[in-house]
């Protein structure tokens, strides 16, 4: 193992020493502890890792296959294959929509607001009539 990688795998050592005494505060330093016990044996093996993704796993088992025949390569790195990861879901934005009034005092120079929450998936009717508007304008507009 080269100078380097010795002292890297120490680090890493020490790193893992110091995430297993906060293990239990919090569940994220068990996984990146998990994390770094997956690159210790690449750096004691002294080789580098190559990680070929792909989301056809056929052809990516086709190129490790083939940078495997090369003598030089396989000396110095370890060549692994795996499936691309799928991406989290993201939760759907909920569109909204809001119709503000505003009326202005001449009196007093101030303002007045009244916010009425609309719903995204239907028509809604605004006026004066009560008996068949959803949302009332006050006489005043």
Do not use: W
């Not at 120490?10 to 893992?16: A, F, G, L, S």
């Not at 569940?27 to 080789?47: D, F, M, R, W």
């Not at 990516?60 to 940078?67: G, K, N, V």
């Amino acid at each position: 193992m080269s100078l380097k990688s010795d002292k890297l795998a120490k680090r890493i050592q020490e790193i893992q020493q110091f995430l297993a005494a906060r293990i239990e505060e919090d569940e994220t330093y068990s996984e990146v502890s998990q994390e770094l016990s997956k690159i210790a044996p690449s750096l004691a093996a002294g080789k580098l890792k190559i990680q070929i993704i792909s989301s056809k796993l056929l052809s990516a088992q086709a190129l490790q296959q083939f940078l495997g025949t090369s003598k030089v390569l396989t000396n110095i790195c370890e060549l692994q294959t795996d499936p691309l990861p799928s991406k989290p879901e993201q939760p759907e934005l909920q569109p909204s929509a809001t119709l503000t009034s505003q009326v202005a005092f001449t009196s007093n120079n101030g303002q007045r607001q009244t916010h009425y929450p609309l719903p995204t998936n239907q028509k809604v009717i605004i006026g004066r009539n009560p008996h068949i508007c959803q949302i009332l304008l006050p006489d005043d507009h």
